[in-house]
Structure formats: C-alpha cells, structure tokens
C-alpha cells in the first residue's frame, strides 16, 4: 500500500463524501472484479457511517455488490478523469476486459476481499445494507462505512486540503455528456472575506 495512504477516522468517514464529488465503486464476488463511475453517492449518517450509492439495474457492478454484500467508494482525482469517465461508459458485460483496457490499477488492503483504486484520494470499505424495496424501486444502495482511508497529501487531520494539494488532486463533480468540474477555490467565513 502507498505510504501517503493513511485510515481515516470512522466519526470522520463522511468528511470524504460530504463535498459530493464523482465516485468510483468497486465490487468483487467470486474471481470477478469491477469499478464503475457513480455521480449519485451521498454520506448518510455519522455512527455508525454510512452512505448511499445509485447502482444502475443494468450495471454488472450491481451484482457483484449484492453477491458479496460489500463494496469500496473512492474519491477519485482529476489526474483521473479519463479513467474516471472510461470506467463510468463501459460496461464490463459488454467489454470483459474493460479493467484492462482502461489502465485501472487495483490493489487490496488487507482483510477486505474488494478491489482499491489506486491514485484516488478516498476510499471507504463498505458493508451493504439490505434494503431489498430501495434498492429494486430506487436503485438505491446504503453502506455501512467500515473502514476509510485516505491520501495525506490532500486529506489529513479530518479535512481536505485541495487548496494546498495542486490541481491534479482536484476531486471530480459529473455534470452530463462527459463534462466534469474540478472542485473549486476554498472559501471560509473565518476569513472575513465578502
């Protein structure tokens, strides 16, 4: 594992999720593995953590998250964008060697089944939350954070530090048609500033 990599405290798990940016998920269930670019995930409740995901009927990722009943949110970077828009276009049922072709590089951390992406800025270890209605009415999937991680160059101490990071550190926002925005300039009401 990188040595930038550091955990992330679970009281402050949603601190990764809370500026809404462009997710990766990653899932795994019996020697297959898959990420998908996800622009609906939200941080849901501090303790325990948890957060919510939009997973497509279509997407092969789905499966594998309902299969294993575990997942892995990461914040990627905009260093990242072409993976990041690759990842959430291609399907793996129609591509078998989308991972492959995309470039991705995956590791693991120990104790965890599920794929990591590297380079991202963020991740959370996720346990699923079975909520059979939601996730057949809405899409929608709920996750119990139980592990967080994050890079020291641009999270530590609880907080990002985009500003100071450089702008390939940047975490992604999806607005349509392969359109992104970089996250923008850090403003502070400490600062005075109107």
Not at 61 to 88: D, K, M, Y
Not at 111 to 135: I, T, Y
Not at 152 to 168: N, S
Request: some cysteine; glycine content about 8%; aromatic content about 8%.
């Amino acid at each position: 594992m990188d040595s930038h990599i550091a955990p992330v405290e679970l009281k402050k798990a949603y601190r990764l999720l809370n500026h809404g940016p462009t997710v990766l998920v990653s899932a795994h269930h019996d020697g297959v593995d898959n990420v998908m670019a996800a622009a609906w995930a939200c941080a849901l409740d501090y303790a325990p953590p948890k957060l919510t995901v939009v997973l497509d009927k279509s997407a092969r990722t789905r499966g594998l998250v309902e299969q294993s009943g575990s997942f892995v949110i990461q914040v990627p970077t905009a260093a990242q964008l072409v993976l990041t828009h690759t990842l959430g276009t291609v399907s793996l049922s129609e591509q078998p060697d989308k991972l492959e072709r995309s470039g991705v590089e995956l590791f693991r951390i120990e104790g965890c089944e599920q794929p990591f992406v590297a380079g991202c800025s963020g991740w959370l270890q996720c346990k699923l939350l079975q909520e059979p209605h939601n996730q057949q009415a809405y899409d929608l999937f709920i996750g119990e954070v139980i592990g967080a991680w994050a890079d020291t160059r641009v999270f530590r101490e609880g907080h990002w530090h985009f500003d100071q990071a450089g702008p390939a550190w940047r975490s992604l926002h999806y607005i349509a048609g392969g359109q992104f925005y970089a996250i923008g300039d850090s403003l502070s009401v400490h600062d005075g500033k109107q």
